[in-house]
Nanobody, 126 residues
Framework: QVQLAESGGGSEQAGGSLRLSCAAS????????MGWFRQGPGKEREGVAV???????KYADSVKGRFTISQDNAKNTLYLQMNSLQPEDTAMYYC????????????????????WGQGTQVTVSS
């Protein structure tokens, strides 16, 4: 069974930075990709950033140039470095992984993912 646990959320002022981490544990899990998603108040869950096992990355337009996704395979840990935070980045952030291969076009779709963490809250004040 795959377990994902996020950490690193908190409160920050606009323009600040936060780094999220997601530790994967459980059975031997070698996903095709891992991703970060978020759900703001009254909004649907949306894809933020994804990284494939070979290091390719994909970002939502709203975070390009500000957020960076990375992974440490030795530690089974996924990261999201968030810079130049804005109030609209306020959301619960989740990491997720799929049960198998996913096509490139679907990587930012929450429906493509099978395993989810509990989430970590990020609040950005103006």
């Amino acid at each position: 069974q795959v377990q994902l646990a996020e950490s690193g959320g908190g409160s920050e002022q606009a323009g600040g930075s936060l780094r999220l981490s997601c530790a994967a544990s459980g059975s031997t899990y070698s996903p095709y990709c891992m991703g970060w998603f978020r759900q703001g108040p009254g909004k649907e869950r949306e894809g933020v950033a994804v990284i494939t096992s070979d290091g390719r990355t994909k970002y939502a337009d709203s975070v390009k140039g500000r957020f960076t996704i990375s992974q440490d395979n030795a530690k089974n840990t996924l990261y999201l470095q968030m810079n130049s935070l804005q109030p609209e980045d306020t959301a619960m952030y989740y990491c997720a992984g799929p049960a198998g291969y996913r096509s490139w076009w679907s990587l930012l779709l929450p429906s493509a993912y099978n395993y989810w963490g509990q989430g970590t809250q990020v609040t950005v004040s103006s």
